[in-house]
């Protein structure tokens, strides 16, 4: 476990939290977030997210503060608060992903060229 849990008044989840669409390998093995940002996640994930929700009435100053954080009222002042804002941040943009195959545009663009390349009016003088 992280030291700094102890130092917080936010409840922590009745289960472990997850976001299995997202990552599906878990917080830790998706190499967005830190071994901490993984483990206040996870422990605390589910509170913070009820917070956020307005499904949980706040029992500490600390998660009333977390509730303006998540509503965007104030900045954030502990790991917990900046791990769940780069949760939300990285959870509501979509992942770019990169292959090395081009597209069917590219594909498309590519046949295009070769077709009009063949069918072209070409003249030839010998």
């Known amino acids: 476990m992280v030291l700094f849990m ?9 289960v472990l939290f997850s976001e299995l ?11 967005d977030f830190s071994i901490a940002e993984a483990e206040v ?19 500490s100053t600390e998660e009333a503060h977390f509730i303006l954080v998540a509503k965007g009222l104030t900045p954030p002042d502990t790991t917990v ?7 939300i941040q990285l959870t509501s943009t979509k992942k770019n992903f ?22 072209g009016d070409l003249e030839f003088e010998a």
Do not use: V
């Not at 102890?6 to 009745?14: E, L, S, V």
């Open 6 to 14: 102890n130092n917080t008044n936010i409840r922590p989840g009745k």
């Open 21 to 31: 669409k997202r990552f599906p390998y878990g917080f830790k093995k998706s190499g």
């Open 41 to 59: 996640l996870s422990i605390y994930g589910q509170t913070l997210h009820l917070l956020a929700m307005d499904t949980l009435e706040p029992e």
């Open 81 to 87: 608060e900046r791990s769940w804002l780069k949760f």
């Open 98 to 119: 990169f292959t090395l195959h081009s597209s069917n545009f590219n594909l498309a663009a590519t046949n295009e060229d070769h077709n009009e390349f063949i069918n």
